[in-house]
Each structure stands twice: as structure tokens, then as C-alpha cells.
């Protein structure tokens, strides 16, 4: 969801999330780089309030010098996938705003949406084209900005995790093949499917690296076992929904006891799984702690918003 635009500032991206008890900042250099490079990616004990906080670190880190995203928490708003309305494309999303009226649990005036195009499959004339809209209350998108506004950070863009992760995914993507990537978090697991750089699905799933963190052999067994329906359910839908996009790998970010998740996942799935490794695919030269499993899985969404290589207005 764009705001406001801004010009002068530096081709990068700097994702800025606030949460309780700390502020985390990730700035990745990506345009015209094979191997985007993690220039920054720490996180900030408060002091003081948000703004407080905010504007201490746009002082220390120079944030106004950069192009400003965060992201909304995962109870902040809703995705719902809609039939595109058959309206000229310069009005699609307005007309998307009273195709979700009956969808979303508050009045949709009260809302900011927006939407993107799920891709079509070629030659599938006659068929109606998909859309996945966002949206979010409008008070809660004026709290969500008002600290960065109070600290005089330029914020210009406000994103969610699904198109965060659509942005890392899309370095670990196959050409022409889907990806499912699972990013398991404190906060718990989001899957995500993708082909060239799309997001087609996404579904929320209720396991955690706290649950991973906190369970024995049996308990992390019937996690494992769970994961497992979860994926070949996901899986399986997927495949009836896109036919034409063939499924090439199952990724999953690393988790305490990572090679014993990925055997049973693999054992249990027809399709070939791996382990996200950032390293593989970006640069890091400076922040040996991203090398640690349970720094990287914390900060993989943080790094896919600043990953995101659209121009700023």
C-alpha cells in the first residue's frame, strides 16, 4: 500500500518494523545486483516511546536519506482472493473496494485497500482474472504511521509479509517453476506460493520457532507430522487451483533441529524440500550473525521488504 512519494533519495530501500519491545531496520542495496548486499540488519532497544525511538535512529542511521517501508503485523489486515471487476484497469481497484464489502468484518469506507493481479494462464481465454486485495482499517494504518510521522521519517510505503516474502522468494524461484517457501517466525509460519516473481497463494499456519524452541523429541515429532499434513494440503490445493504451474520445490527457513524438519518433510512430501540459506543468494559480509539459524528466520521477512526493487514515485 503506497502513501506518498518523494524524490532525492538514495535507490535503496530500508524496511523499518516496530514492535513492543524493540525496532528492527534492515537497508539491502538490490537494484542492479545479481546478489542483493545486506548493508544493515539489526534491531534497536526502545527508548522512550516509538517516535522517541524512531527519531533517534533517523539521527544515527540517516533514515531520511532513504527510501522508507514497514510492514503491518499479521492481525493488522486481510487478503482475500476476488474475481477482478470487469471495469477499465485505471478504476479496477476502486471497483475492488465494493467487491470485498461483504468480506471483510468492519465497513469498507472505513478501510484503506489495495490489490494486485494474480497472473493468468496463457491462452486461458474466457476465463475471469483473479485479484488478491488488501485491506486494512484506517485508524489502524493512521497509528501505524503517526510514530514515523511524529520522528520526521519520510515512511513511503506500507507493506505486508505475504509480498515481503513473494520478494525473497522470488531469488530462490526456478524459472518458470512454483516455489512454496514456509518462513517459520516467533510470531509463527507463513507459506507462500510463487513463480516468476508472483504471488498466486498464501496461507497462515499456527506453528512457531517458539514451539520449536520449547518442545522434546515426542512434541517436535508431532510438529513435524503436522507441517507435513499442512503442506500436502496446501499442496494439493495449489494444484487444482493452477494446473499450469508445476511446483518445483518446498523451502522452509531454518529451525532448531532444521536437517532432522527437512528429512521428515521430505519423506513425507512428493516434492523435493530444502533449507532457505541467505547465503546462497545475497551477500552479508558485514553481519556475521545472519549465519545464525534463529537471527535469520527472525529478520526474513524484514530483509524481503527492503528487498523490494520497485521505483519510488
Given amino acids: 500500500m503506497r502513501l506518498f512519494g ?3 533519495r538514495k535507490p535503496d530501500w530500508i ?5 513492543p519491545e524493540r525496532v528492527d531496520v534492515c537497508h539491502v542495496r538490490a537494484a542492479g545486483k545479481a546478489r542483493p548486499e545486506i548493508l544493515l540488519c539489526d534491531s534497536y532497544r526502545k527508548e522512550g516511546g516509538d517516535a522517541a525511538t524512531l527519531g533517534r535512529l533517523r539521527r544515527e542511521l540517516r533514515l531520511d536519506r532513504y527510501h522508507c517501508t ?3 503485523k499479521g492481525g493488522d489486515y486481510q487478503i482475500v482472493q476476488v474475481e477482478a471487476p470487469d471495469v477499465p484497469e485505471p478504476e479496477v481497484k476502486s471497483a475492488v473496494r465494493w467487491r470485498i464489502k461483504d468480506m471483510i468484518d468492519y465497513p469498507v469506507e472505513t478501510a484503506t485497500v489495495d490489490a494486485v493481479f494474480v497472473p493468468a494462464e496463457a491462452g486461458a481465454a474466457g476465463h475471469a482474472r483473479q485479484m488478491l486485495a488488501v485491506a486494512a482499517k484506517n485508524d489502524l494504518i493512521a497509528a501505524s504511521i503517526k510514530p514515523f510521522n511524529d520522528a520526521d521519517i519520510p515512511l513511503e510505503v506500507i507493506d505486508i509479509p ?7 522468494a ?7 517453476r512454483g516455489l512454496a517457501l514456509l ?3 516467533e510470531r509463527g509460519g507463513l507459506l507462500t506460493f510463487t513463480c516468476d516473481g508472483e504471488l498466486y497463494q498464501h496461507r497462515r499456519i499456527e506453528v512457531s520457532l517458539t514451539s520449536f524452541a520449547a518442545a522434546g523429541p ?4 508431532a510438529l513435524y507430522d503436522r507441517l507435513v499434513l499442512e503442506l500436502q494440503r496446501s499442496l494439493d490445493h495449489f494444484d487444482r487451483q493452477f494446473r499450469h504451474i508445476t511446483v518445483a520445490r518446498v523451502m522452509v527457513t531454518p529451525v532448531p533441529g532444521a536437517d532432522d524438519l527437512r528429512e521428515h518433510l521430505a519423506a513425507g512430501l512428493d516434492v523435493p524440500v530444502a533449507l532457505v540459506h541467505l547465503s546462497e543468494i545475497m551477500d552479508f559480509p558485514h553481519i556475521p550473525e545472519l549465519h545464525e539459524e534463529a537471527r535469520q528466520a527472525q529478520c526474513l521477512q524484514l530483509i524481503g521488504a527492503a528487498l523490494r526493487e520497485e521505483a519510488a514515485a
Fill in 6 to 8: 518523494s524524490n532525492g
Fill in 15 to 19: 524496511c523499518i518494523n516496530v514492535l
Fill in 218 to 221: 515426542e512434541e517436535r515429532k
Fill in 162 to 168: 505475504e509480498f515481503a516474502q513473494r520478494n525473497l
Fill in 170 to 176: 522470488h531469488r530462490l524461484e526456478l524459472a518458470g
Fill in 183 to 185: 518462513a517459520l517466525d
Fill in 70 to 72: 514497514t510492514l503491518l
